[in-house]
């Protein structure tokens, strides 16, 4: 089955993902993860996109971009993020030709999704890696959410931000958090909106973004919402 075409919204954040050209590693060495992370930084400044998660695995990215009220700048980051990339790796390795998927897919994601999505991209190194913990891999944005690395890239997300006043309280109710395996349902969910460039939530967001768009969605989410951090659950 064709996959659908990208839906943006304006002020929503939105899940990406970007793999590399046949399933070859796109991360070399240290430097690489680097290269793209300073590339990230500028052009984030540069056209106004906030990044709200990333993960950088060796044969794939995965980011949480909000472009803001311009619809064309999240494809214009994206793009200028992987010419930048392929540039670099051919005249380094003096070759020619893609480095990526032509195409990045992309998934909106209803706001209360976002601490779900925020948790799926840095546990990745587990389920992808087979690393023992989120903290023990070096590029996500765990690092930087939990106050553990300078902070110079990542743009909190509300979500995230209303965990706790307190940025130390914030920081370990989201360790918590992370440290929690999400439910299988939770992961399928987020897992395949994204490869199929559909939404990420529930039916209501899906009549709610079919409203705003005039366009029919053709995957209905099902299910209840992701679980809460322990500060925001109920008593």
């Known amino acids: 089955m064709p996959r659908a075409g990208r839906i943006v919204l304006l002020d929503y954040s939105h899940h990406i993902l970007h793999r590399g050209h046949n399933g070859q590693d796109v991360f070399i060495d240290e430097d690489d993860f680097m290269k793209y992370l300073a590339d990230m930084k500028e052009l984030k400044g540069r056209l106004g996109v ?26 214009a980051f994206m793009k200028s993020l992987a010419s930048r990339f392929t540039w670099m790796r051919n005249q380094r390795e003096n070759r020619s030709g893609t480095l990526w998927e032509s195409r990045y897919r992309s998934s909106p ?9 925020d948790r799926h991209l840095e546990r990745l190194p587990v389920k992808v890696l087979k690393m023992d913990r989120p903290e ?6 765990f690092h930087e959410r939990t106050e553990s690395a300078p902070v110079s890239l990542l743009d909190k997300d509300p ?22 395996k999400p439910d299988p349902a939770e992961t399928a969910l987020i897992h395949n909106a994204v490869e199929r460039n559909q939404l990420t939530g529930r039916a209501d967001f899906i009549d709610q973004v079919e409203r705003l768009t005039g366009k029919r969605i053709s995957h209905r989410g099902r299910g209840r919402p992701p679980g809460k951090p322990t500060a925001e659950r109920e008593a």
């Open 136 to 141: 023990a891999y070096p590029w996500t944005s």
């Open 159 to 180: 979500m995230y931000l209303a965990l706790a006043d307190c940025r130390e309280q914030r920081a370990q109710a989201y360790k918590t958090f992370i440290g929690e």
């Open 50 to 75: 906030q990044v709200q998660a990333w993960c950088l695995l060796p044969k794939e990215v995965h980011l949480i971009l909000n472009p803001g009220n311009d619809r064309n700048a999240m494809g």
């Open 109 to 117: 994601v209803a706001p209360e999704w976002l601490l779900a999505c």
